[in-house]
C-alpha cells in the first residue's frame, strides 16, 4: 500500500511569487493535515481536512495560504505571494479517522523563498 | 511559548551505551506519542501512551508516561546505529481538534 506522497520535494521560488504543494494521502484516509517545520522550530499544525471540508484552519499564519481539497481526496497548499519567512518544511499527513489513530506523514517538501 | 520541552536537544553516543531522553509540559497530556524522524522522510510514530504511570516497551526502546501526564522518557538500551535519528515528543489534542502539538525534538546520534 502506496503511504502518503507530496510534490514536489523541494522547490526554489523568488519572493512574491506563487508556489502550490501537492499532498496524496493513503486512500480511504478521510482525514488530511498540513503542517510546516519553520528552521529551528517545531513542526506546527497547519489545517485539517475531513473529506473535502475545513475541520480546523486554526493554524494557518495568513491569507497567502490557501488550501483546498477538492472531490476529498489529494490537497494542495498555494502560497500567494511567498515570502521570506515562509521557507521551511511543508509536510502532509493522513489518518483513518480522528481522536487517537496514527498519522502517517508524507516525506515533505522543502519550500526555499529567496 | 514552548509547550513540549525537550531535553537534550543534541546527543551523541557510542554504539552500546544506554541513554534516557525527556519531554516535559506544564500542561496535563491527554495523550503522548513518540515519534521518530529520518533525515528526508516525515515522523513515523513509535508508541502512544494514555495512563499516567504507563510503561511500554519497543524492543530496545522502553517509553514510560509520568503518573501526572506532563512528562514522558523514552529510555534506549545498547544503542545501535540504526536508532539515529530525530526524536519528536507530540501532544495529542483533546476533543475535536486533531492537530498535534510537537516538541522540537531530540537529535540522536549512535556512532559505531
Known amino acids: 500500500e502506496a503511504g502518503v506522497t507530496q510534490f514536489p520535494s523541494h522547490s526554489v521560488i523568488e519572493k512574491g511569487q506563487t508556489v502550490t504543494l501537492r499532498c496524496d494521502p493513503i486512500?480511504?484516509?478521510?482525514?488530511l493535515y498540513w503542517y510546516r517545520r519553520v528552521m529551528g522550530k517545531e513542526i506546527k499544525f497547519l489545517l485539517h481536512f475531513v473529506k473535502e471540508s475545513k475541520q480546523d484552519e486554526s493554524g494557518m499564519p495568513n491569507n497567502r495560504f490557501l488550501a483546498e481539497r477538492t472531490g476529498g481526496t489529494y490537497s494542495t497548499l498555494k502560497v500567494q505571494p511567498a515570502e521570506l519567512e515562509d521557507s521551511g518544511v511543508y509536510f502532509c499527513?493522513?489518518?483513518?479517522?480522528?481522536?487517537?489513530?496514527?498519522?502517517?506523514f508524507g516525506p515533505g517538501t522543502r519550500l526555499t523563498v529567496t | 511559548t514552548q509547550l513540549l520541552e525537550q531535553s537534550p536537544q543534541f546527543l551523541s553516543i557510542q554504539e552500546g551505551e544506554n541513554l534516557t531522553v525527556y519531554c516535559n509540559s506544564s500542561s496535563v497530556f491527554s495523550s503522548l506519542q513518540w515519534y521518530r524522524q529520518e533525515p528526508g522522510e516525515g515522523p513515523v510514530l513509535l508508541v502512544t501512551v494514555v495512563t499516567g504511570g504507563e510503561v511500554k516497551k519497543l524492543k530496545r526502546l522502553t517509553f514510560q508516561f509520568g503518573d501526572a501526564r506532563k512528562d514522558s522518557s523514552l529510555h534506549i538500551t545498547a544503542a545501535q546505529p540504526g536508532d539515529t535519528g530525530l526524536y519528536l515528543c507530540?501532544?495529542?489534542?483533546?476533543?475535536?481538534?486533531?492537530?498535534?502539538?510537537f516538541g522540537k525534538g531530540t537529535h540522536l546520534i549512535i556512532q559505531p
Open positions: 486512500s480511504g484516509h478521510d482525514n
Open positions: 499527513a493522513s489518518s483513518f479517522a480522528t481522536g487517537v489513530y496514527e498519522q502517517y
Open positions: 507530540v501532544r495529542h489534542p483533546r476533543g475535536g481538534a486533531d492537530g498535534l502539538t
